[in-house]
């Protein structure tokens, strides 16, 4: 598998590429309204729904005590970093940049073995229920079911989401990062420091650019 994390251009992520960290977010800081909700039978007894809404507050506080780190994984045959989307969401409109990370990237969970986890997404139009089934998960599946699914239309991301305890920098390993690849819209100025951060971690650096016959993003292969 080949896992991609796209990013703005600024000295915050410049500086966690050049130093081999990585940022963990807060649920709330997502762009989807539907991030850690949660749907109950609101023709329950009474009783179940009682229970329901404390166990609401419980999690909410436990969704609040925890961070995540997403990536785009594909699989070797397709190239993540040439979709088009992706780059216009979450590149600033192609002026950004995108990271290639391996499977050295989920060492960075092993540091608090039991806290820290990850999950792949499962796209599903049907928020997740409160019932009766719940009584038969701990705490942790709970949260697990929770923020591992998303509606059908955020499909095209095919997202893991690497969890942590506690939001911030985290560091990763030094093996993890694969590749950097530049947006088709890319200042020179931040070309110039992405292209230096790259030579000085020994890694290749891609621009990308548009087709010429089809609505289609590739990698620029003429060396700089």
Same mark, same amino acid.
Do not use: T
């Given at each position: 598998m080949r896992y991609f994390k796209f990013r703005t251009c600024n000295n915050d992520n410049?500086?966690?590429?050049?130093?081999?960290?990585?940022?963990? =977010?807060?649920?709330s800081d997502f762009n989807d309204p539907f991030e850690g909700d949660a749907w109950e039978d609101t023709e329950a007894d009474f009783s179940i729904q009682t229970h329901n809404q404390?166990?609401?507050?419980?999690?909410? @506080?436990?969704?609040?005590?925890? =961070?995540?780190?997403? @990536?785009?994984?594909?699989?070797?045959?397709?190239?993540?970093?040439?979709?088009?989307? &992706?780059?216009s969401h979450y590149a600033d409109s192609h002026k950004g940049f995108c990271v290639e990370y391996n499977e050295h990237l989920f060492d960075s969970l092993v540091q608090n073995k039991g806290e820290n986890t990850f999950v792949q997404i499962e796209y599903n139009d049907s928020l997740p229920e409160f019932s009766s089934e719940w009584e038969k998960k701990d705490r942790n599946q709970r949260i697990l079911?929770?923020?591992?699914?998303?509606?059908?239309?955020?499909?095209?991301?095919?997202?893991i989401r690497l969890i942590f305890r506690g939001n911030g920098?985290?560091?990763? =390993?030094?093996?993890?990062?694969?590749? @950097?690849?530049?947006g088709c819209k890319i200042?020179?100025?931040?070309?110039?420091?992405?292209?230096?951060?790259?030579?000085? &971690?020994?890694?290749?650096?891609?621009? &990308?650019?548009?087709?010429?016959?089809?609505?289609?993003?590739?990698i620029d292969d003429e060396k700089e």
């Open positions: 410049f500086e966690a590429l050049e130093n081999y960290k990585i940022y963990a =977010s807060l649920l404390g166990e609401r507050q419980e999690l909410k @506080i436990s969704l609040n005590n925890r =961070s995540y780190y997403c @990536i785009s994984a594909s699989n070797n045959d397709e190239i993540l970093c040439e979709n088009i989307q &992706m780059w079911s929770i923020v591992s699914r998303k509606s059908e239309g955020w499909k095209l991301e095919q997202e920098l985290k560091s990763i =390993s030094k093996e993890s990062i694969v590749a @950097i690849y530049l200042n020179e100025y931040d070309e110039l420091v992405l292209r230096h951060i790259a030579n000085k &971690m020994n890694i290749p650096c891609f621009k &990308m650019k548009k087709s010429k016959q089809l609505y289609k993003l590739q």
